[in-house]
């Protein structure tokens, strides 16, 4: 029997838990993450990225077994759970970012109950995001009469504003560059101050200052890109369109490493400049992946109680990996793994559930969707149309079940809805539809820069998102540059090799022929000119190889 005196106590124990967490994570990583920058010591910026990303896991493993040995055998009993978390929330409700507090206490229930949907005698169904405590440090600069004294004032009080090359070059150039948007008459009047957030963002080899531009009635963001050389430290861009900035702050980032001290209130202050970008999609970009779950999960279920439309495939070509259906009202796609896949696939379960955590530790270098995995997602059958019902539960009914009048998926991953590149080159304008044939080359090489081969390059695996950029979204195949063999196809020595409907050379398990993906890519014949008179060099086994060889030296 445990004592009622007992509940407080475990439930500060809860409390420092995730205290601990949030210490390790959000703190000393992205101290660490800053120093490794000022060092250009990416390998170790890299380390301590992933650490950060399996903290939150490894915390509540090692909670859940605490309490399943100081809870002697009721650590799954749901009345001593609904106390726990009444004496639970008291502790936290005047916490700054109570919610990840709450979602830790989820995620420990989770757990021990193995909840299927949700549980709310035991977990904690609601956020309070928009009610924020506290506030976002900031430095404010008044402009004046002086634009580019104020912006030698911003260089002079970052971290690393003594090591920035070249100051007053810089600072002429961000100068330039907010008078000239000023300048097109796109923001009303002139700047009157700029506020940057004071942490500085981190992200790979990136270091960013946040903030905005404050003028006669408007509101605009500023975003100033740094990276660090031999030289010294410079700037990689300016940014000021909030279709930039939304970008960088988008599901095809990755996430950035900064500390906030109250991250729901910096939430507050980007959505003043970016709107449309939504909570859970913030949540996750700035570290806080497992408040962007929750954020998503209730905006879905919120969602499923006000709309009446039905789960149906997703548009695009069927998948031989997964089952992959969305809400027509909604803007995410979810993928659930097929039992068994078709030939020619000869991956397993493991290996598409490994790729897909490495692309969620790995550098998204802006091509890779942000997909996050559920697990025990409960969803009502009455809105599933029945052909995707039945295939579900008949070609993947180890993952997913029929329990009363819902829909059990035990595992999928969510994903923000994109418009499939095959079908998008068939119903754009010309213009738009070139724009994206050559932004998928880019991707293609955007991706080979971050160590990333995408493995099945076929259109259908790349969407386009609403601002025409190309983003890769199928990871069945996925792998490094360096793990792949690229060979020149070999010539036939004879007719009968020349006519062989099979391969008639040895190739092993990880090689690759470039030279013979054009005519599989099916690129629409208007367009196929157009891909090659940009990216030819990407249909040779010497450009990949010299990828593989640059990626190959950093790394030493």
């Known amino acids: 029997m445990i004592d009622p005196e007992q509940l407080p106590r475990l439930a500060h124990r809860l409390v420092e838990q995730y205290r601990e967490v949030e210490t390790l994570a959000f703190a000393l990583t992205t101290r660490r993450l800053a120093k490794d920058l000022d060092a250009e010591d990416w390998a170790a910026g890299q380390r301590d990225a992933i650490a950060r990303i399996e903290l939150y896991e490894q915390r509540v493993g090692?909670?859940?077994?605490?309490?399943?040995?100081?809870?002697?055998?009721?650590?799954?009993?749901?009345?001593?759970?609904?106390?726990?978390?009444?004496?639970?929330?008291?502790?936290?409700?005047?916490?700054?970012?109570?919610?990840?507090?709450?979602?830790?206490?989820?995620?420990?229930?989770?757990?021990?109950?193995?909840?299927?949907?949700?549980?709310?005698?035991?977990?904690?169904?609601?956020?309070?995001?928009?009610?924020?405590?506290?506030?976002?440090?900031?430095?404010?600069?008044?402009?004046?009469?002086?634009?580019?004294?104020?912006?030698?004032?911003?260089?002079?009080?970052?971290?690393?504003?003594?090591?920035?090359?070249?100051?007053?070059?810089e600072v002429h150039r961000i100068s330039a560059d907010i008078g000239r948007y000023f300048g097109t008459g796109r923001p009303s009047g002139a700047p009157e101050s700029i506020e940057?957030?004071?942490?500085?963002?981190?992200?790979?080899?990136?270091?960013?200052?946040?903030?905005?531009?404050?003028?006669?009635?408007?509101?605009?963001?500023?975003?100033?890109?740094?990276?660090?050389?031999?030289?010294?430290?410079?700037?990689?861009?300016?940014?000021?369109?909030?279709?930039?900035?939304?970008?960088?702050?988008?599901?095809?980032?990755?996430?950035?490493?900064?500390?906030l001290p109250v991250v729901s209130a910096a939430i507050t202050l980007l959505r003043s400049f970016m709107p449309r970008k939504s909570i859970d999609e913030l949540y996750t970009v700035l570290g806080r992946a497992k408040q962007g779950k929750t954020e998503r999960y209730f905006a879905l279920q919120r969602h499923l109680t006000a709309s009446i439309d039905s789960f149906v495939h997703a548009p695009g070509e069927r998948g031989l990996v997964m089952i992959v259906f969305t809400l027509p009202s909604h803007d995410l796609v979810f993928k659930v793994i097929r039992d068994r896949f078709g030939p020619p696939k000869t991956s397993t379960r493991t290996d598409v559930i490994e790729r897909y955590q490495f692309v969620f530790r790995h550098d998204r270098a802006g091509r890779l969707v942000d997909a996050q995995e559920f697990k025990r997602l409960r969803l009502p059958l009455?809105?599933?149309?029945?052909?995707?019902?039945?295939?579900?539960?008949?070609?993947?009914?180890?993952?997913?079940?029929?329990?009363?009048?819902?829909?059990?998926?035990?595992?999928?991953?969510?994903?923000?809805?994109?418009?499939?590149?095959?079908?998008?080159?068939?119903?754009?304008?010309?213009?738009?539809?070139?724009?994206?044939?050559?932004?998928?080359?880019?991707?293609?090489?955007?991706?080979?820069?971050?160590?990333?081969?995408?493995?099945?390059?076929?259109?259908?695996?790349?969407?386009?998102?609403?601002?025409?950029?190309?983003?890769?979204?199928?990871?069945?195949?996925?792998?490094p540059v360096t793990d792949c063999v690229f060979r020149d196809l070999p010539r036939p020595s004879c007719e009968e090799e020349e006519t062989s409907a099979e391969p008639w050379f040895h190739h092993g398990p990880r090689d690759v022929f470039p030279e013979q993906w054009l005519p599989f890519l099916a690129i629409p014949d208007a367009l196929r000119e157009v891909f090659l008179g940009r990216h030819a060099q990407l249909l040779t086994a010497a450009w990949w190889r010299a990828q593989s060889a640059r990626l190959t030296q950093s790394a030493a």
Not at 115 to 136: D, K
Not at 198 to 212: D, I, L, S
Not at 438 to 453: T, V
């Open 62 to 169: 090692r909670c859940t077994a605490m309490l399943e040995g100081q809870l002697l055998g009721r650590s799954a009993d749901a009345a001593l759970w609904a106390a726990i978390k009444q004496a639970y929330d008291q502790i936290v409700a005047r916490r700054a970012d109570g919610d990840f507090y709450r979602t830790f206490f989820n995620s420990v229930t989770r757990d021990l109950f193995h909840t299927v949907g949700v549980n709310p005698e035991v977990e904690f169904c609601a956020t309070s995001i928009g009610r924020a405590s506290g506030s976002v440090p900031l430095r404010v600069y008044r402009v004046g009469a002086s634009l580019p004294a104020a912006v030698r004032e911003i260089l002079a009080d970052l971290p690393f504003g003594a090591a920035i090359a070249q100051p007053d070059a």
């Open 196 to 259: 940057l957030i004071e942490p500085v963002f981190y992200r790979g080899t990136q270091a960013f200052a946040v903030g905005r531009i404050i003028g006669d009635g408007s509101l605009t963001p500023l975003v100033i890109a740094f990276s660090n050389s031999p030289g010294g430290v410079r700037i990689e861009a300016v940014m000021l369109s909030r279709a930039e900035v939304g970008s960088l702050f988008g599901y095809a980032r990755s996430y950035f490493h900064v500390d």
């Open 382 to 479: 009455a809105r599933f149309m029945p052909a995707l019902a039945e295939e579900l539960l008949g070609q993947a009914g180890e993952t997913c079940r029929i329990e009363g009048g819902d829909l059990i998926v035990e595992h999928c991953y969510m994903e923000r809805r994109l418009r499939p590149l095959n079908l998008f080159l068939r119903e754009a304008e010309p213009a738009a539809a070139e724009a994206a044939i050559l932004d998928y080359g880019d991707a293609l090489r955007d991706l080979a820069a971050g160590n990333i081969f995408p493995g099945d390059l076929l259109l259908k695996n790349f969407g386009v998102t609403s601002h025409g950029r190309v983003i890769f979204y199928d990871y069945d195949e996925i792998c």
